[in-house]
């Protein structure tokens, strides 16, 4: 990999990244920033989670001019969570050259932003729908861009944004330069490239390269019934410091919350239901360890840039091996080990196969956990505590005591109390899931487009009533919203 001084990058962009602890540039961030350096257009693959933001984020900070206080950068974000970390890490980017960012997104007061916007950012990130609103009241003015970024194009898509996305670059001067990015590149994405940007350098950065060398990756084959007590009882045993878990819908997201907190455990979900303050609540107490588990849809989960989550639950596999890379890579990162283990009903096993054969790794089985082996989980986290409070020392304020209990009591008896109190007594509360299909592998026929590959239906139980969030798009992009999985509406209104 190239170091980031290799990249022609300003002084004072390096400042910044010399503080945020980045020194080697990720594949896309190599052969993006040089592009994006000499003004070129340029159309990347990739996926969260490869440093997409610092690459389209470094180019547009470099052209921009701190003393003139008119929007010089436009980026546009699927939802309202990634364009509030992308505006964050922008402000970060630019820290040292005085850039000034502000996130635009629905659910947030107008007038605020309009304030915000009065007071000169220089970089304005923003959701489709209501840049679009600012837009058309003129309290957006797109005169002076010179960079626009399209972040996850094939999520707005797939959320119904294409014809926002066409509108909104249509209002910016056609001079300026485009950074397009998408995880797949569907023909609508191709034919905005085509129609919309100035010969376009293209990058492409592998699934293979964004590696999951440091993820353990297992399986537990587990009838529906079965699995939110696995799941449990795995908690039990591997004991996560933050560990994410995938739910297929809003309901599902919300029925393992209750009934994780109903077991103890310190969880809280996060779907496109939720009000704006209640999502960032609960990914303020994740980020900072108030919150252990996080349990998310796809859609919601989407962007977020989490370090030292150290286990991935897939309590419903996704539908699409890209999903799958894209959930697992949120941990085993900067190098760390991470854990990533999916729960697997009977009638799965023909989609986790073709999981192994499209992402070319392979998952361990592992036995459904008991209850007796989540108690000894507890209890070894007991003991673990005691060993670690040994070898600290300064327990001599604690030995008389310890002697008159030995007076008393055999030391084992002590110890066993110990372990004991120590130990979380889990409280096994009866918790029913409303029941899902399990997801089903249609295989290509004679002249169908499976073609023997595979096609991913998922039978679950999708979101009813399904908001594109524009009424402009009048079901264009239905055929798109299966994707992903159902869950594609939970990105926020914006």
Not at 77 to 106: C, D, M, N, W
Not at 133 to 149: M, P, Q, S, Y
Not at 280 to 309: C, P, Y
Not at 322 to 335: D, F, N, P, Q
Request: hydrophobic share 35%; aromatic share 4%.
């Amino acid at each position: 990999m190239a170091t980031f001084q290799s990249l022609g990058i300003s002084d004072v962009i390096m400042k910044a990244l010399d503080k945020m602890g980045f020194e080697e540039a990720t594949p896309i961030q190599e052969q993006t920033i040089p592009l994006g350096l000499q003004g070129k257009d340029v159309i990347g693959q990739a996926q969260t989670g490869t440093g997409k933001t610092a690459a389209f984020g470094i180019p547009m900070l470099d052209k921009i001019d701190p003393k003139q206080r008119k929007i010089q950068g436009l980026i546009v974000a699927p939802t309202r969570e990634l364009a509030i970390q992308v505006s964050e890490e922008i402000h970060r980017l630019g820290k040292f050259k005085g850039i000034r960012t502000l996130p635009i997104f629905g659910g947030q007061p107008m007038d605020r932003q309009i304030r915000g916007l009065k007071d000169g950012p220089h970089v304005v990130v923003a959701t489709p729908g209501r840049l679009l609103d600012h837009i058309r009241r003129k309290t957006i003015d797109t005169r002076f861009v010179h960079t626009a970024v399209l972040d996850e194009a094939d999520e707005m898509l797939n959320m119904g944004f294409i014809e926002d996305i066409r509108d909104i670059l249509k209002q910016i001067p056609e001079e300026r330069q485009t950074l397009l990015f998408s995880a797949t590149m569907p023909k609508e994405i191709r034919q905005i490239a085509q129609t919309l940007m100035r010969q376009p350098e293209e990058v492409k950065v592998q699934a293979k390269e964004m590696t999951v060398e440091n993820i353990e990756q297992i399986f537990i084959e587990a009838h529906e019934k079965q699995k939110f007590d696995a799941l449990t009882n795995l908690l039990d045993i591997q004991t996560p410091s933050l560990a994410i878990i995938f739910g297929r819908t809003k309901k599902r997201v919300d029925e393992v919350t209750e009934g994780l907190q109903a077991r103890g455990f310190k969880a809280e979900g996060i779907h496109g239901d939720l009000t704006q303050g209640k999502r960032m609540s609960v990914l303020n107490q994740f980020k900072n360890g108030r919150v252990e588990i996080l349990v998310a849809t796809d859609v919601a989960a989407r962007g977020l840039d989490i370090s030292n989550v150290t286990h991935v639950y897939n309590f419903d596999i996704p539908q699409d091996p890209e999903s799958y890379v894209h959930r697992i890579g949120r941990t085993g990162r900067a190098g760390k080990t991470g854990v990533a283990v999916s729960f697997i009903t009977p009638r799965e096993m023909p989609h986790l196969h073709i999981i192994e054969k499209v992402t070319n790794s392979k998952m361990n089985r592992m036995q459904l956990p008991s209850y007796d082996e989540a108690k000894r989980g507890q209890q070894q986290l007991a003991v673990n505590k005691l060993i670690r409070s040994i070898e600290k020392k300064g327990l001599d304020d604690y030995r008389e005591t310890a002697s008159e209990l030995l007076d008393e009591y055999d030391s084992v008896t002590l110890v066993a109390a110990a372990l004991k109190i120590m130990s979380k007594s889990r409280r096994q509360t009866p918790v029913t899931l409303s029941s899902v299909q399990p997801l089903s592998v249609k295989r290509g026929g004679g002249g169908g487009k499976g073609k023997g590959k595979g096609n991913y239906r998922g039978k679950s139980s999708s979101d009813k009533g399904r908001n594109f969030n524009r009424n402009n798009s009048k079901g264009r992009n239905r055929k798109f919203n299966n994707k992903r999985g159902s869950n594609n509406s939970n990105s926020s209104k914006s």
